[in-house]
């Protein structure tokens, strides 16, 4: 369960969004995002999306933009996403900035 409050924080929001709507990356992510401590380990999130299809690092890329700005994303690689994901990326990012 989602914390009220972090779905209402623009940094999270996006992020949480993507996360919770790829089925692949919400179960290999979930062990790395600390929900009650409001922290995530970004270097093992890196570390674990290695071996992922560029499409899978993409959306995990954007998601870590969307909650820091540290975490730099190409948005034309948004091209390697299917329809299904483009519209996820799209809506995440209308969360965040809209």
Same mark, same amino acid.
């Given at each position: 369960?989602?914390?009220?409050?972090?779905?209402?924080?623009?940094?999270?929001?996006?992020?949480?969004?993507?996360?919770?709507?790829?089925?692949? *990356?919400?179960?290999?992510?979930?062990?790395?995002?600390? *929900?009650?401590?409001?922290?995530?380990?970004?270097?093992?999130?890196?570390?674990?999306?290695?071996?992922?299809?560029?499409?899978?690092?993409?959306?995990?890329? *954007?998601?870590?933009?969307?909650?820091?700005?540290?975490?730099?994303?190409?948005?034309?690689?948004?091209?390697?996403?299917?329809?299904?994901?483009?519209?996820?990326?799209?809506?995440?990012?209308?969360?965040?900035?809209?």
């Amino acid at each position: 369960m989602i914390p009220e409050h972090l779905l209402a924080d623009k940094n999270w929001r996006g992020m949480l969004y993507i996360l919770t709507n790829s089925e692949n *990356l919400t179960r290999a992510v979930s062990p790395h995002i600390d *929900l009650e401590e409001c922290s995530v380990d970004f270097p093992a999130l890196k570390r674990i999306s290695k071996p992922w299809s560029n499409a899978e690092k993409f959306l995990l890329n *954007l998601a870590m933009h969307l909650f820091s700005e540290q975490n730099k994303v190409n948005l034309s690689d948004m091209d390697l996403l299917d329809a299904y994901n483009k519209e996820i990326a799209l809506k995440a990012i209308r969360l965040r900035f809209g």
